[in-house]
């Protein structure tokens, strides 16, 4: 997008905003369902800005106007910001203002803010009116001049619906109703509204083709003991859709039928609806008929721990996921410096081998290969200007996944292409120190990520080192790479780590201009022991692909680090050897060597 395109849309936004009365106005990253990745019609903060990162918030008042970031995307927005009228506040650092403070200073007493109330959540609309109420400034959260000024915007999408088979769920739709409504009674609520559209998916088991990288259909969900009910637009439906629909005693509406179907709702009606996953417009209709309970709803949790038939999808799928990265790290181990390469053409080639393995469906996401400095910008998206070219030396960071109908893959791999500094070779080892620790932690029951989030930094601060982004996200089944709701970070999440939740593993350091390094493993949370302090558990890691030991810089590593290595590696190769063809396997067999520990 041009910078003078961007200049052009803030000056019309703001002429609609005079004409409204309007000092401020704010435009969050969400569509209705507040998905991390919304689908292009609702891509409004990227139309307004020309940013394209997946985490942000744009603010415009009649004056000036400025986008906030977090982390990963710090060099990144500074770089797509460059030319136009914005600035950037980097958020979450002890020196940079808040959204919040900056938009009560350009309001000003008695000025008015306004917003979407679609795109933003039931709890984050309410801190926004007690903050804007103690500052004598009004709140209007009706407005969205996008819908007036973007010409040709895309259609809600109207992909067909996918039934998903049990023989991938594990669980019909019909038993996860009745427990869905279980544990709605059990919170004295007799119905659940499902916005968030993993929730949907899961539930009602459908996947689709709406979201970029993530299987879902857009809709919204209504599930009473009484009632179940999808609200889908009709082109979506296929004749095996409608049929599996009427089976289930599935009731389809319009999709934009949900607001006057909760507006009508009887009034002993108690609706389960998250408030920090459901739109603020959505539980204000639900809140003024006194019909809202507003607690995490009960799917978040079940669907976050993976039944037998889904863990063990998981590990097919990283199988075949494996072989594909083995066979890409052959290939480029094999190539570079002998044809050219890109990266934006090795994110092409890698994502041909995924494709090459059955049941593959397409990517988790756009793969991330950054070379040289580019490794550095932590969310990196290589584009025809930044594309780089790959030489015979320093490091690519390939952060990647797959979409297969038996599972959801995540990896990053940090790969040497040829000699490596010293200072190379010990932030790849310590950034794998950390990764170890991760992976050996022993914890017991209650224990939430934040309280071994540290051990994955631990090397790294000793030697004054960090890096700024969480050390691990929960990871969906055939749905959100992204998913909650426990986290391995920093940041309190009260959400306990439980069996059969499956997340990353992914320390890593980033060193602006010169490099960056990430190693991420897939890791699922299995029983440990049983003692008289009562449950244990684990991580196992379920990943399969080598770690580059060229990289490593074993005077940095414990004799217990290494045989954690070792025997990874050799699970690697017992696990995918007989899958590849004899050179692959060859070359494989010499990446899981062992290796010992140099005085």
Same mark, same amino acid.
């Given at each position: 997008?041009?910078?003078?395109?961007?200049?052009?849309?803030?000056?019309?936004?703001?002429?609609?905003?005079?004409?409204?009365?309007?000092?401020?106005?704010?435009?969050?990253?969400?569509?209705?369902?507040?998905?991390?990745?919304?689908?292009?019609?609702?891509?409004?903060?990227?139309?307004?800005?020309?940013?394209?990162?997946?985490?942000?918030?744009?603010?415009?008042?009649?004056?000036?106007?400025?986008?906030?970031?977090?982390?990963?995307?710090?060099?990144?927005?500074?770089?797509?910001?460059?030319?136009?009228?914005?600035?950037?506040?980097?958020?979450?650092?002890?020196?940079?203002?808040?959204?919040?403070?900056?938009?009560?200073?350009?309001?000003?007493?008695?000025?008015?803010?306004?917003?979407?109330?679609?795109?933003?959540?039931?709890?984050?609309?309410?801190?926004?009116?007690?903050?804007?109420?103690?500052?004598?400034?009004?709140?209007?959260?009706?407005?969205?001049?996008?819908?007036?000024?973007?010409?040709?915007?895309?259609?809600?999408?109207?992909?067909?619906?996918?039934?998903?088979?049990?023989?991938?769920?594990?669980?019909?739709?019909?038993?996860?109703?009745?427990?869905?409504?279980?544990?709605?009674?059990?919170?004295?609520?007799?119905?659940?509204?499902?916005?968030?559209?993993?929730?949907?998916?899961?539930?009602?088991?459908?996947?689709?083709?709406?979201?970029?990288?993530?299987?879902?259909?857009?809709?919204?969900?209504?599930?009473?003991?009484?009632?179940?009910?999808?609200?889908?637009?009709?082109?979506?439906?296929?004749?095996?859709?409608?049929?599996?629909?009427?089976?289930?005693?599935?009731?389809?509406?319009?999709? =934009?039928?949900?607001? !006057? *179907? @909760?507006?009508?709702? $009887?009034?002993? #009606?108690?609706? &389960?609806?998250?408030?920090?996953?459901?739109?603020?417009?959505?539980?204000?209709?639900?809140?003024?008929?006194?019909?809202?309970?507003?607690?995490?709803?009960?799917?978040?949790?079940?669907?976050?721990?993976?039944?037998?038939?889904?863990?063990?999808?998981?590990?097919?799928?990283?199988?075949?996921?494996?072989?594909?990265?083995?066979?890409?790290?052959?290939?480029?181990?094999?190539?570079?410096?002998?044809?050219?390469?890109?990266?934006?053409?090795?994110?092409?080639?890698?994502?041909?081998?995924?494709?090459?393995?059955?049941?593959?469906?397409?990517?988790?996401?756009?793969?991330?290969?950054?070379?040289?400095?580019?490794?550095?910008?932590?969310?990196?998206?290589?584009?025809?200007?930044?594309?780089?070219?790959?030489?015979?030396?320093?490091?690519?960071?390939? =952060?990647?996944?797959? !979409? *297969? @109908?038996?599972?959801? $893959?995540?990896? #990053?791999?940090? &790969?040497?292409?040829?000699?490596?500094?010293?200072?190379?070779?010990?932030?790849?080892?310590?950034?794998?120190?950390?990764?170890?620790?991760?992976?050996?932690?022993?914890?017991?029951?209650?224990?939430?990520?934040?309280?071994?989030?540290?051990?994955?930094?631990?090397?790294?601060?000793?030697?004054?080192?960090?890096?700024?982004?969480?050390?691990?996200?929960?990871?969906?089944?055939?749905?959100?790479?992204?998913?909650?709701?426990?986290?391995?970070?920093?940041?309190?999440?009260?959400?306990?780590?439980?069996?059969?939740?499956?997340?990353?593993?992914?320390?890593?350091?980033?060193?602006?201009?010169?490099?960056?390094?990430?190693?991420?493993?897939?890791?699922?949370?299995?029983?440990?022991?049983?003692?008289?302090?009562?449950?244990?558990?684990?991580?196992?890691?379920?990943?399969?692909?080598?770690?580059?030991?060229?990289?490593?810089?074993? #005077?940095?590593?414990?004799?217990?680090?290494?045989?954690?290595?070792?025997?990874?590696?050799?699970?690697?190769?017992?696990?995918?050897?007989?899958?590849?063809?004899?050179?692959?396997?060859?070359?494989?067999?010499?990446?899981?060597?062992?290796?010992?520990?140099?005085?």
């Amino acid at each position: 997008m041009s910078k003078n395109a961007v200049n052009s849309r803030l000056e019309s936004i703001r002429s609609l905003m005079k004409r409204e009365g309007i000092n401020v106005y704010m435009v969050p990253n969400f569509d209705p369902h507040l998905s991390e990745y919304p689908p292009e019609r609702w891509n409004t903060r990227k139309w307004v800005t020309g940013f394209t990162g997946s985490a942000g918030c744009a603010v415009i008042s009649l004056n000036d106007a400025a986008l906030w970031s977090d982390s990963r995307y710090f060099i990144q927005a500074e770089k797509e910001l460059e030319g136009t009228d914005y600035k950037f506040f980097k958020d979450g650092l002890p020196d940079s203002i808040s959204v919040m403070e900056w938009i009560c200073e350009q309001a000003g007493n008695n000025g008015v803010v306004a917003a979407d109330d679609t795109a933003f959540s039931f709890n984050e609309g309410v801190k926004m009116r007690e903050i804007f109420s103690k500052k004598g400034i009004k709140s209007k959260f009706n407005f969205n001049p996008i819908d007036e000024l973007w010409e040709n915007r895309p259609s809600i999408p109207e992909s067909k619906v996918m039934v998903y088979q049990t023989k991938y769920a594990g669980e019909d739709f019909n038993s996860k109703y009745q427990k869905i409504i279980e544990k709605a009674q059990q919170r004295g609520a007799n119905a659940v509204l499902l916005s968030a559209l993993d929730d949907i998916a899961w539930a009602f088991n459908l996947r689709g083709d709406d979201v970029k990288f993530n299987p879902m259909v857009v809709a919204y969900g209504f599930l009473s003991k009484d009632k179940k009910v999808i609200f889908i637009e009709s082109a979506k439906l296929s004749p095996d859709a409608l049929k599996y629909f009427n089976s289930n005693g599935i009731e389809v509406m319009k999709y =934009d039928d949900i607001e !006057q *179907y @909760l507006s009508n709702l $009887t009034t002993d #009606t108690k609706v &389960i609806a998250d408030p920090t996953r459901v739109n603020y417009r959505l539980c204000n209709i639900l809140n003024d008929k006194n019909a809202l309970i507003a607690e995490t709803s009960p799917i978040t949790m079940m669907k976050s721990v993976k039944n037998s038939t889904e863990i063990e999808g998981t590990r097919n799928a990283l199988t075949r996921d494996g072989v594909a990265m083995v066979n890409f790290l052959y290939w480029l181990d094999n190539n570079i410096g002998k044809i050219e390469m890109s990266e934006i053409s090795i994110a092409e080639k890698l994502r041909s081998f995924r494709a090459e393995q059955p049941l593959f469906m397409g990517e988790s996401f756009g793969t991330i290969a950054g070379y040289g400095g580019h490794g550095a910008i932590v969310h990196y998206r290589a584009t025809e200007e930044s594309d780089a070219k790959l030489q015979p030396k320093g490091f690519i960071l390939v =952060d990647s996944g797959g !979409q *297969y @109908l038996d599972g959801t $893959t995540d990896i #990053t791999r940090t &790969i040497p292409l040829g000699e490596l500094t010293d200072e190379e070779k010990k932030c790849f080892t310590l950034v794998l120190k950390g990764h170890i620790a991760i992976a050996q932690a022993q914890f017991p029951h209650g224990t939430r990520g934040a309280q071994i989030d540290a051990f994955a930094r631990i090397a790294l601060w000793r030697e004054g080192y960090t890096y700024n982004h969480g050390t691990g996200h929960g990871i969906g089944h055939f749905l959100n790479v992204h998913e909650g709701p426990q986290n391995i970070r920093l940041e309190e999440n009260p959400t306990p780590l439980l069996p059969g939740m499956i997340t990353s593993n992914e320390p890593g350091v980033y060193l602006s201009d010169r490099f960056g390094i990430r190693i991420e493993n897939m890791i699922l949370t299995v029983e440990n022991r049983t003692s008289e302090f009562g449950k244990f558990y684990a991580f196992e890691t379920l990943t399969l692909c080598p770690i580059d030991t060229r990289a490593i810089d074993t #005077t940095f590593m414990t004799n217990n680090e290494i045989e954690w290595l070792n025997n990874y590696h050799k699970n690697v190769y017992d696990k995918l050897s007989a899958m590849l063809d004899t050179p692959q396997s060859e070359w494989l067999k010499e990446r899981c060597a062992p290796i010992s520990k140099k005085n």
